[in-house]
């Protein structure tokens, strides 16, 4: 039984009526909306939070800002959102991953993972990929499975939070080889990359959106994809599955959450002024080349979308032994 260390991340929610009355609907004008990344600046969820704030504002007549609360692998700035007041005014941006992962895999949690949460809207899908170190000679999956099992002591892998969908994700693909990697979580994608690159971790699974600026900057080398498809702006990369494993597709889901009994006339306008943001033009060609596909859905089709990912995890844990601890 594989056991990491322990997680992090948290929770999400109840569905609620989606009846919206005029005469109750929240004025965001003149008001701070404060959107909470639970981990540090420059990973995927803070690229979005910032890509979208100025024209949710802007559109709103009121000041978003964005504020990284990162620590306990994400539940520290989740807390906080789950805590707050329930009106609309203060939002959690996050990988869904962690928070759908965690109370699968068995992580106990300062909040309730099904009550304290009120989901708004899936924002992005972002694929792993699959990068390491350039001092390392692999340059195919196949290669690096090779060169893991042949040193001592194995690689060390930097994740974003140990439950984080990338940590499972290069978990899952460990297994899958058969390989022993020594696995380190970070406070936020931007520092697990940044030990990459200096060469203090080996290898890493991250979302692309905030890992393919350092691919294209030759400061890591990427080795695969785990989308079910090539990326279009990656044409020469191979999937995870191309390379030997088939059905390997994972991906670092973002969604945009209140706090829990926030009204359903509140989360149906920020979940309509996000959409609207996700649909500008400018802005899903910007994500879609740095390798983030805009996702906005109803908020009560992002509910079950929770309910069935914890469901997966749920299941994945039972076969695989995976626990959090």
């Known amino acids: 039984m594989r056991r990491f260390i322990p997680l992090v991340s948290l929770a999400f929610a109840t569905t609620f009526a989606l009846g919206v009355s005029p005469a109750t609907a929240q004025n965001f004008t ?3 909306i404060r959107i909470i990344v639970p981990y540090a600046a420059g990973g995927t969820s803070d690229i979005l939070a910032r890509a979208l704030s100025n024209k949710v504002g802007e559109s709103l007549g009121a000041t978003v800002v964005v504020d990284n609360k990162p620590g306990a692998n994400g539940v520290l700035g989740s807390d906080l959102v ?20 965690a109370p699968a895999l068995g992580a106990k949690l ?21 990068v390491v170190n350039p001092n390392v000679t692999a340059k195919t999956l196949a290669e690096l499975v090779t060169a893991s099992k042949a040193k001592a002591g194995g690689f060390s892998a930097a994740t974003v939070g140990a439950g984080s969908a990338p940590h499972l994700a290069g ?44 691919v294209k900057n030759n400061q890591l080398r990427v080795l695969a994809v785990s989308s079910e498809k090539r990326w279009p702006t990656l044409p020469d990369v191979p999937t995870v599955a191309e390379s030997g494993y088939p059905g390997f597709v994972t991906g670092s889901w973002q969604g945009l959450l ?66 959090l601890e």
């Open 110 to 130: 300062p909040f309730d993972a099904a009550k304290d949460f009120a989901p708004v809207t899936m924002i992005a899908y972002s694929p792993h990929l699959a």
């Open 258 to 323: 209140a706090s829990a009994n926030t009204p359903a006339d509140i989360v149906v306008k920020l979940n309509s002024e996000f959409s609207k943001a996700l649909a500008i033009p400018e802005i899903r060609e910007r994500l879609m080349a740095q390798g983030a596909e805009p996702r906005a859905m109803p908020s009560a089709q992002f509910a079950e979308f929770l309910k069935s990912e914890t469901v997966k995890w749920g299941q994945l844990a039972k076969e695989t032994g995976i626990k």
């Open 30 to 32: 003149g008001k701070t």
């Open 171 to 214: 978990a899952l693909f460990a297994k899958r080889a058969g390989v022993d990697w020594v696995f380190v979580p970070y406070k936020g994608g931007a520092q697990a990359l940044t030990d990459v690159v200096a060469g203090h971790a080996h290898v890493m699974f991250n979302g692309m959106l905030a890992t393919l600026p350092m």
């Open 82 to 101: 789950a805590k707050s007041a329930p009106d609309g005014l203060t939002l959690l941006l996050t990988d869904v991953g962690g928070i759908t992962s």
